[in-house]
């Protein structure tokens, strides 16, 4: 029986935990928020370290909280990373995404830094500022950084954090033993979907979507073993899926993967979503990350990387690239559907569209159709936002107070 | 018609036929051993990609099982312009560089988008009943896709 408007907007039959007020994905307040109590608080994959393999290279990132930043190993191999503003004008001081420097220079006014984020040189700084400034006062804002989880380089914008370690805690158990050798990006591309960031992860966070896929229908859900994968939830509001035997030859023009991965049963898939917007997911023979960054409410680019062994033949490694784009490419079967999954729901949510909830209500044992996944998630966003997910403007607990 | 003039027509035909959806029309122009890649190079990891990679039974499978996914619907124009044909008699070949543009058109309000811009890197087979695809790399400068296609270039 079709709805009409009181009946639309009165909160779903679910636990409050059940359901989420649309709003938290399109109110440009939220987002500030999420900026700064989430984005700015958390360990956020920069890149990856076989990016920077040399000294002195660098690696620029938009970090989502909003800073700018460049990642770079300095001369004793370590990975640091400052903001990428000069301390003086405020200018963007290195303009490519890649490149190898070991004096980086600004181009406005030639102020000059080294890769351990000391000023360097100061144009005419003596004439200018006397001994009122110097390079002692002029340092790069650095960031903590941390290498770990398959080689991935973490940032985190708030100083007095938790180290990586205590923030993904014991989320990765499920992958550890499978990330012990040197890992290389093989693919990067970026996506810029009109979405809201969360519901990218959601994406990732459920496999109901499955119907979706034709390709994950055959080789999957209709494959034994699927039913029985399960969510585990983690602190942080981490959450993975565990495994299952893809039958990758049940798609008409696919065939059984030639290539496995170290400790993969063959046809193995182990998931691993990292709040708030990063994603392991290992695939038989690809390791792929998807992180996400949001430019605002409804705007969303997300970075997608495919990884292979450092160690890889020239045979293996193009074996890899070959089903990682047969799916997860540009091009790939699932990738389109999934962006165009999240860009429909950008459509229907944008504000004053008048959706208004989004239910996460199946309960199947935590597994695979369940969506305590996504559950998992809002609690771990509640709890940061201080504001509840089902009703993130108090307005419900107001009334019923 | 004389060859380069054949080549030229072949290689805009292509495109015409895939902007129709005219998949069996487009593998007709292919010799067997054709081979169809998508390639870019990602300055961010300093290295170059392969983003699709078929022989014609791969292709021809893509296109059968197009109708099972979803798809975005829009439909897509490649403009294409032929630049250089060199052609080598002796090996019965032709080796052709072409500019592409992709511009995608909106089903609703039929909006039209620059989706894409490369180059299409061809080699034609030239056998008695006129010049065959033997195998192409588009390669793209764009690569931010948005949410893809699933449609080959």
Known sequence: ?401 | MDTRTAITELIHRSGLIMDKCDFKGYLDLCAPDYQYRITTYSPEIRKDMTWLEHDKAGMKSLFDNLHRHNSDKSPISRHINVCLVDIDEAAGEADVTSTIEVYRTTLDGGETELFAVGKLYDKVALGQDGPALRSRNVRLDTRLLGYGYHIPF
């Open chain 1, 1 to 401: 029986m079709s709805r009409n408007a009181v009946e639309w907007k009165q909160a779903p039959s679910f636990p409050e935990s059940h359901y989420v007020d649309t709003r938290i994905y399109t109110e440009e307040d939220i987002f500030l928020d999420e900026q700064r109590k989430i984005f700015n608080k958390c360990w956020i994959i920069a890149c990856h370290e076989s990016e920077i393999p040399n000294a002195y290279d660098y690696r620029t990132f938009s970090h989502p909280g909003g800073p700018p930043l460049i990642v770079i190993r300095g001369e004793d191999m370590k990975v640091r990373t400052f903001y990428n503003i000069c301390p003086h004008r405020g200018n963007t001081l290195l303009y490519e995404p890649v490149g190898n420097a070991k004096r980086i220079t600004c181009i406005f006014h030639a102020w000059s830094f080294n890769a351990v984020g000391d000023c360097i040189d100061i144009s005419r700084g003596k004439e200018g500022y006397q001994d009122r400034f110097g390079c002692k006062d002029a340092g790069l804002r650095e960031v903590k950084t941390e290498l770990g989880f398959g080689g991935f380089v973490w940032v985190n914008v708030d100083d007095d954090s938790c180290t990586l370690k205590e923030y993904i805690g014991e989320a990765m158990g499920m992958l550890e033993e499978h990330l012990n050798e040197p890992l290389e990006v093989f693919h990067y591309h970026k996506a810029i979907v009109n979405t809201n960031y969360k519901l990218w992860h959601d994406t990732n966070s459920e496999f109901y979507h499955d119907y979706m896929h034709y390709f994950n229908r055959i080789t999957g859900m209709i494959q034994p073993g699927y039913f029985d994968r399960k969510y585990t939830g983690y602190p942080n509001g981490h959450a993975s899926v565990g495994s299952m035997a893809i039958k990758y030859d049940a798609y008409e023009g696919s065939k059984a993967r030639g290539v496995g991965w170290p400790g993969l049963a063959p046809g193995g898939w182990v998931l691993i979503d990292i709040f708030p917007g990063m994603t392991y997911n290992l695939r038989t023979s690809v390791l792929r990350m998807d992180t996400a960054i949001p430019l605002g409410p409804n705007k969303l680019l997300i970075e997608f990387r495919g990884l292979g062994l450092k160690s890889d033949t020239p045979e293996q490694r193009a074996e890899r690239i070959r089903d990682h784009n047969m799916i997860w490419g540009p091009f790939g079967r699932n990738l389109h559907e999934d962006l165009l999954g999240v860009h429909g729901q950008g459509l229907a949510m944008r504000e004053r569209t008048d959706s208004r909830w989004v239910i996460h209500g199946r309960e199947e044992n935590m597994t695979i159709h369940d969506e305590g996944g996504m559950r998992h998630f809002y609690a771990e966003w509640s709890r940061r936002m201080g504001r509840k997910a089902y009703d993130p403007y108090g307005e419900q607990t107001a009334a019923a107070k």
